[in-house]
């Protein structure tokens, strides 16, 4: 009788960790994702701040001290 009572409660525990591993699975791969872009973002708008003239420049700059 204990043993069918205790049960539910030894699935559960065993099956929590599984949740949070998940969970932070999932935050990792958004949080890489979005630094992919970042980087991309940041490699596009120094690329072009090489070839523009001055006045330019000063925006893309800005733009990149953001980033």
Known sequence: M?????LPSVIQLSISPVILISGLGGLMITLSSRLARIVDR??????????REAEDTAVLIAQLDVL
């Open 42 to 51: 940041t490699r596009a708008l120094s690329g072009q701040a090489r070839g």
């Open 2 to 6: 204990a043993l069918t009572s205790s």
